[in-house]
């Protein structure tokens, strides 16, 4: 696993030192279309050549920002056009209905633009969240630019790290820390969220249950 870390970490770093500017907004881009493309090592290696003097902080935050609209654009559409019915196929043997899908169909109707910005500063979370927004059809201008700013502010503190750690950028255990700490946020938050939707499946089957047989007087229900 480390040989294949190193050897993925090697290929980013060359698209970067080869391409500039144009080899972040690519590489941002592939990651916010759901490819496994950590942002973690590509915006704090950006950082370390703001440090170099190759370019501006600002620079490579706008390039991190603009890349992570192109790639989210892709994976909104695909959301929006096909991915209900393809993630219902995927789900019809799993735990996970119908009913779930319409469900986070449903927030991302009603807190689109609140879950769409957070969650572009959440390790792994903010490579997939353009499909159910695309699912969820939220408003595009909305979703841009609420992707925009999350990922501006992403790429920039991740940009800024590479650039206060310098040529240490790759091995800091500062900058490791950091990411131990977001991925514990996120696990955190996973496990709040299973939490509730375990307590919400439990008062539903309670509410199945007490349900009057046919042919019986069903009771007031308030």
Known sequence: MSSILATISSWLLDIISALGLPGIVLLMALESACLPIPSEIVMPFAG???????????????????????????????????????????????????????????????????????????????????????????????????????SFIWCLGLAWLGKLLGQHWGDSPALHMAFHVADAVMVVSLVAAGLWYWRRRRRAAAVTSAVVEPGAAPDRLD
């Open 48 to 150: 370390y050549l703001v440090s170099t003097g190759r370019f501006e902080l600002w620079e490579v935050a706008l390039a991190g920002a603009l890349g992570s609209n192109l790639g989210s654009w892709v994976a909104y559409a695909v959301g929006a056009r096909g991915g209900r019915k393809l993630i219902g196929r995927m789900t019809r043997r799993s735990m996970f209905g119908i009913d779930e899908l319409g469900m986070a169909e449903r927030f991302f109707a009603r807190y689109g633009a609140s879950a769409t910005f957070f969650s572009r500063m959440l390790p792994v979370v903010r490579t997939f969240i353009a499909l159910p927004a695309g699912m969820a059809h939220m408003n595009q201008l909305k979703f841009h630019a609420y992707t925009f700013a999350g």
